[in-house]
């Protein structure tokens, strides 16, 4: 059968490409707090949209890439719901308010769960689903439920919680969440968004359940391996 080909112009957008394939989710839950407003916010839209022009360079990640953004502060949205990664729309995120972590995390958990569930309806084996926060700071409302909600199912192997701290990011706050955080010098996100198209090119090359070789963190990213965890 002919694979149907989709117009972007025309506001058509597949729910998923070559559904027979497995696919790989990834959810962007990114700050856009007071604290992030001015060279970081700017720096992260431009490298949102040169990430999504990289990865679609290569077909074999754009085609089992699906990607999701939700934004917070106080508050959160999705501004982007799960699309194949050729179909995300522009970035244009603007700062503002205060920063909360519980409703946009617990949201991010729900899409990847969801989204697995789908993947395996259409007929396609997931690849275990990515969550990368971004953030410059740390959260005023309490994390704890939310907390054992990521590690329950990181334990349970149905995601990937990365952490990316901006600047003079809580640091313990971030470590309750996840062992995988990244420091990030500056508000240049060029390194840490070359460093996830690597990691999905890598997963694109393995088979579900295999662990794919991670490319190692250059430019202004580093690991952060303080031992800060009150």
């Not at 996840?178 to 420091?183: A, L, M, S, Y």
Request: with cysteine; hydrophobic share 40%; charged share 30%.
């Amino acid at each position: 059968m002919k694979q149907k080909r989709f117009d972007v112009l025309k506001g058509e957008t597949p729910t998923i490409i070559n559904a027979s394939e497995s696919h790989m989710a990834l959810v962007f839950v990114l700050d856009i707090s007071h604290s992030m407003r001015g060279a970081a916010i700017k720096q992260l839209n431009e490298g949102l949209n040169r990430f999504k022009d990289e990865v679609c360079r290569d077909k074999q990640t754009k085609d089992i890439l699906d990607v999701a953004i939700i934004e917070f502060n106080d508050e959160y949205k999705v501004v982007q719901p799960f699309v194949p990664i050729e179909f995300m729309n522009p970035v244009k995120l603007e700062a503002s308010g205060p920063t909360k972590f519980t409703g946009p995390i617990r949201e991010a958990l729900k899409m990847v769960d969801e989204r697995s569930r789908f993947y395996r309806r259409s007929g396609s084996e997931p690849y275990k689903p990515w969550i990368l926060l971004v953030t410059d700071g740390g959260p005023l409302d309490d994390i704890t439920e939310v907390t054992k909600e990521v590690w329950d199912m990181q334990e349970d192997g149905k995601v990937r919680f990365i952490a990316l701290g901006v600047g003079g990011y809580h640091a313990a706050s971030l470590k309750k969440l996840t062992d995988i955080v990244f420091r990030m010098e500056g508000t240049d996100f060029t390194s840490f968004f070359d460093w996830v198209g690597k990691s999905m090119r890598s997963v694109s090359t393995t088979a579900p359940g295999e662990k794919p070789p991670l490319p190692t963190l250059e430019g202004n990213i580093t690991r952060d391996v303080s031992d800060i965890f009150w």
